[in-house]
């Protein structure tokens, strides 16, 4: 990062009392007797056992046989032993233990597609639902460590299905519903799933798209494939293939409502999900019963404090780590959770403020993208819905720049909701660092790490640092954390551990000011050395999407002979704007007065987007593979891979 880096500004959000008194955290922390939030922060990361047992109390995590240790690190800090000899399933967690109690009558689950039809499930029907689906998975012979995919739209049958899967002992195996066959085999083969979960098709942007027949094709590469259950859900006509095949409503809907839980080893696999590396097969983070569920929840109760009573929409998909973490946390905390399956500005602009006067929502889960995209549409459609039912926002996938984040803050929130950035990742099970309703909040940042979260910013030597960029890293386990990569622990810990002994190394660079507030400013492996000067791509892409011509940016380093590396920046332009050489210069210009003539970039190209996962991610690797015409690896996670040809063209 460039060595004037500018931490922070001024707090523009304090919490209020009704804040504090209702929040979680002081609830937690009542309960232990901790007399503030600097406290808490210290014991959960100088005592991690104590800490997770007062989560898992807290949290009313069940066991059907008690643990016998909650932490054995006698393995190393890699490989720590969770909740050793204790048993239990989730799934008891998530409903079994609300059957007969007031929470079996409340709404779990709301959903609705692009043609506005909506339905509501109450945990008991959700329940029953999942008994249906555990028992027909059991009559196909699936159980305990079979490993099963989910390719579908964001349905109320993909979650009863990821949770018979649960039911039964068996391995989620989440996949991206945009995926292309040659994705979804990589995974499937490379867990050795037997069955598979999809749907005829799925409607986006009043489209239908074809999911059979891609699932079909990705059949014909795993072997170890024995059924697919398909939902009808679009009506485009699929080929069934005779003892593979089964339609979802004649082997699911005859079966009973009553079904067992297996009871298992508390460790044992609960989910693998793949994140696409750089080169090479992707990579499956492994967790278990006793891991993801209880860091989502915990990362739910204390950043964004939802109750029951309380409505959480985040835009997500299954196959996004952020679609498991809505359906774990919201129901162990007996809340409701809302999946839309559809584009959040689809038909219209309004269609995200539609959905949240429509349903109520609370807690609304967005991404700076997402924002930046409804920004540049304009402030009209904020104005057609009652927006009165939000009690904050959360944000994750992308480093903020300060004018979408303070359009979302005065525009939408009417500067009185918070906004809780979250960031951390898949092999996380949620976030390091998080706003909460305790902390005060500055624009772009977060306020602390996670509590349990031994977080830190270490320079190139390994020491800690404050206001300076540095890397990202972690000193102690905690219950969430991946169990290693499927069939590749060498490959997990060269990519945490092998950097400083006993420390975690995100890859995210980070920066923690004089007022502890923290910042994440992108990918390490994304920053552009430019004649010695570190400089981070987020540093370039705010001070262009400032300009109201530009609604988002990518600034990319590429080799050159004197400096090392030269910038190229790639810029998506308002509806409205057409590329010219006077714009080019002026944004040119905007860097040069604020970052220094030796900052100038090489070219300012211009495209009409810029390559994204689904989770709005902008794949800054695959803008300069393809600006440099190399592999750009592995794009499956891509929700827009035309791009990459896009930008080859670009000028």
Same mark, same amino acid.
């Given at each position: 990062?460039?060595?004037?880096?500018?931490?922070?500004?001024?707090?523009?959000?304090?919490?209020?009392? =009704?804040?504090?008194?209702?929040?979680?955290?002081?609830?937690?922390?009542?309960?232990?007797?901790?007399?503030?939030?600097?406290?808490?922060?210290?014991?959960?990361?100088? +005592?991690?056992?104590?800490?997770?047992?007062?989560?898992?109390?807290?949290?009313?995590?069940?066991?059907?046989?008690?643990?016998?240790?909650?932490?054995?690190?006698?393995?190393?800090?890699?490989?720590?032993?969770?909740?050793?000899?204790?048993?239990?399933?989730?799934?008891?967690?998530?409903?079994?233990?609300?059957?007969?109690?007031?929470?079996?009558?409340?709404?779990?689950?709301?959903?609705?597609?692009?043609?506005?039809?909506?339905?509501? @499930?109450?945990?008991?029907?959700?329940?029953?639902?999942?008994?249906?689906?555990?028992?027909?998975?059991?009559?196909?012979?699936?159980?305990?460590?079979?490993?099963?995919?989910?390719?579908?739209?964001?349905?109320?049958?993909?979650?009863?299905?990821?949770?018979?899967?649960?039911?039964?002992?068996?391995?989620?195996?989440?996949?991206?519903?945009?995926?292309?066959?040659?994705?979804?085999?990589?995974?499937?083969?490379?867990?050795?799933?037997?069955?598979?979960?999809?749907?005829?098709?799925?409607?986006?942007?009043?489209?239908?798209?074809?999911?059979?027949?891609?699932?079909?094709?990705?059949?014909?590469?795993?072997?170890?494939?024995?059924?697919?259950?398909?939902?009808?859900?679009?009506?485009?006509?699929?080929?069934?293939?005779?003892?593979?095949?089964?339609?979802?409503?004649?082997?699911?809907?005859?079966?009973?409502?009553?079904?067992?839980?297996?009871?298992?080893?508390?460790?044992?696999?609960?989910?693998?999900?793949?994140?696409?590396?750089?080169?090479?097969?992707?990579?499956?983070?492994?967790?278990?019963?006793?891991?993801?569920?209880?860091?989502?929840?915990?990362?739910?109760?204390?950043?964004?404090?939802?109750?029951?009573?309380?409505? @959480?929409?985040?835009?997500?998909?299954?196959?996004?780590?952020?679609?498991?973490?809505?359906?774990?946390?919201?129901?162990?905390?007996?809340?409701?959770?809302?999946?839309?399956?559809?584009?959040?500005?689809?038909?219209?602009?309004?269609?995200?403020?539609?959905?949240?006067?429509?349903?109520?929502?609370?807690?609304?889960?967005?991404?700076?993208?997402?924002?930046?995209?409804?920004?540049?549409?304009?402030?009209?459609?904020? /104005?057609?819905?009652?927006?009165?039912?939000?009690?904050?926002?959360?944000?994750?996938? =992308?480093?903020?720049?300060? +004018?979408?984040?303070?359009?979302?803050?005065?525009?939408?929130?009417?500067?009185?909701?918070?906004?809780?950035?979250?960031?951390?990742?898949?092999?996380?099970?949620?976030?390091?660092?998080?706003?909460?309703?305790?902390?005060?909040? /500055?624009?772009?940042? @977060?306020?602390?790490?996670?509590?349990?979260?031994?977080?830190?910013?270490?320079?190139?030597?390994?020491?800690?640092?404050?206001?300076?960029?540095?890397?990202?890293?972690?000193?102690?386990?905690?219950?969430?954390?991946?169990?290693?990569?499927?069939?590749?622990?060498?490959?997990?810990?060269?990519?945490?551990?092998?950097?400083?002994?006993?420390?975690?190394?995100?890859?995210?660079?980070?920066?923690?000011?004089?007022?502890?507030?923290?910042?994440?400013?992108?990918?390490?492996?994304?920053?552009?050395?430019?004649?010695?000067?570190?400089?981070?791509?987020? =540093?370039?892409?705010?001070?262009?999407?400032?300009?109201?011509?530009?609604?988002?940016?990518?600034?990319?380093?590429?080799?050159?002979?004197?400096?090392?590396?030269?910038?190229?920046?790639?810029?998506?332009?308002?509806?409205?704007?057409?590329?010219?050489?006077?714009?080019?210069?002026?944004?040119?210009?905007?860097?040069?007065?604020?970052?220094?003539?030796?900052?100038?970039?090489?070219?300012?190209? @211009?495209?009409?987007?810029?390559?994204?996962?689904?989770?709005? /991610?902008?794949?800054?690797?695959?803008?300069?593979?393809?600006?440099?015409?190399?592999?750009?690896?592995?794009?499956?996670?891509?929700?827009?891979?035309?791009?990459?040809?896009?930008?080859?063209?670009?000028?």
């Amino acid at each position: 990062m460039s060595e004037d880096y500018s931490f922070g500004g001024e707090f523009i959000w304090w919490p209020t009392a =009704e804040y504090i008194d209702q929040a979680h955290l002081t609830r937690f922390m009542l309960q232990e007797d901790i007399a503030d939030f600097e406290t808490l922060m210290q014991r959960s990361t100088e +005592d991690v056992a104590w800490f997770t047992e007062a989560i898992l109390q807290y949290l009313d995590i069940q066991f059907q046989t008690p643990y016998r240790n909650i932490l054995d690190l006698s393995k190393g800090i890699a490989w720590p032993q969770w909740v050793s000899g204790g048993k239990m399933n989730i799934i008891h967690n998530l409903l079994d233990k609300y059957m007969g109690s007031d929470i079996e009558h409340w709404p779990a689950l709301i959903t609705e597609d692009e043609t506005g039809e909506a339905n509501t @499930f109450t945990y008991g029907e959700l329940y029953r639902r999942v008994n249906q689906t555990a028992n027909a998975l059991r009559s196909l012979g699936l159980g305990p460590g079979d490993a099963i995919g989910l390719y579908m739209p964001m349905t109320r049958e993909i979650v009863v299905a990821m949770l018979a899967i649960v039911k039964i002992g068996g391995i989620i195996l989440p996949l991206f519903s945009g995926y292309g066959s040659g994705a979804v085999a990589t995974r499937l083969a490379d867990a050795n799933a037997k069955a598979l979960f999809t749907a005829d098709g799925a409607q986006r942007r009043g489209r239908l798209i074809g999911m059979k027949s891609v699932a079909d094709q990705a059949a014909e590469r795993v072997p170890s494939l024995q059924h697919m259950i398909v939902t009808k859900r679009v009506g485009i006509e699929s080929e069934m293939v005779p003892g593979r095949d089964h339609w979802w409503h004649e082997l699911v809907d005859v079966q009973s409502t009553h079904a067992a839980t297996e009871i298992i080893d508390a460790e044992s696999v609960l989910m693998i999900i793949y994140t696409s590396g750089t080169t090479g097969r992707p990579k499956g983070a492994v967790h278990t019963h006793a891991g993801f569920p209880i860091k989502a929840s915990q990362d739910m109760a204390f950043g964004t404090d939802l109750h029951p009573g309380q409505r @959480f929409y985040w835009m997500t998909d299954m196959g996004w780590m952020m679609g498991p973490w809505l359906v774990f946390g919201a129901m162990i905390l007996g809340s409701t959770f809302i999946l839309y399956d559809g584009a959040p500005n689809y038909p219209s602009p309004a269609k995200l403020w539609e959905l949240v006067e429509k349903h109520q929502i609370t807690q609304l889960g967005i991404s700076p993208t997402l924002i930046r995209t409804l920004m540049s549409a304009g402030d009209q459609h904020l /104005k057609m819905h009652d927006l009165s039912s939000i009690k904050l926002f959360a944000s994750t996938g =992308e480093p903020w720049n300060p +004018d979408p984040w303070m359009w979302l803050f005065e525009k939408v929130g009417g500067g009185s909701k918070p906004i809780i950035n979250y960031s951390g990742g898949t092999e996380i099970s949620g976030g390091i660092v998080m706003g909460n309703p305790l902390l005060p909040v /500055k624009p772009t940042a @977060f306020s602390a790490p996670c509590p349990g979260i031994a977080a830190d910013v270490f320079d190139e030597e390994g020491n800690s640092v404050r206001n300076q960029v540095g890397e990202l890293v972690i000193k102690a386990p905690w219950i969430g954390m991946t169990r290693g990569f499927w069939g590749d622990p060498e490959r997990y810990e060269e990519t945490y551990w092998s950097r400083w002994p006993g420390v975690w190394v995100q890859g995210d660079f980070a920066a923690i000011d004089s007022d502890g507030q923290w910042y994440i400013l992108g990918r390490s492996d994304d920053t552009i050395k430019i004649a010695g000067k570190r400089l981070g791509p987020a =540093e370039v892409e705010s001070l262009l999407v400032a300009h109201p011509a530009v609604v988002e940016a990518a600034a990319i380093g590429i080799p050159h002979e004197v400096k090392g590396s030269a910038l190229v920046v790639y810029c998506v332009l308002t509806a409205d704007q057409q590329p010219s050489d006077e714009l080019r210069s002026e944004l040119k210009g905007s860097i040069v007065s604020s970052l220094g003539k030796s900052l100038t970039p090489e070219e300012i190209l @211009f495209i009409d987007d810029l390559p994204k996962t689904r989770n709005a /991610k902008v794949m800054r690797r695959m803008v300069r593979a393809a600006h440099l015409g190399i592999d750009p690896g592995d794009t499956s996670s891509l929700v827009n891979p035309e791009s990459i040809t896009a930008i080859k063209k670009a000028t």
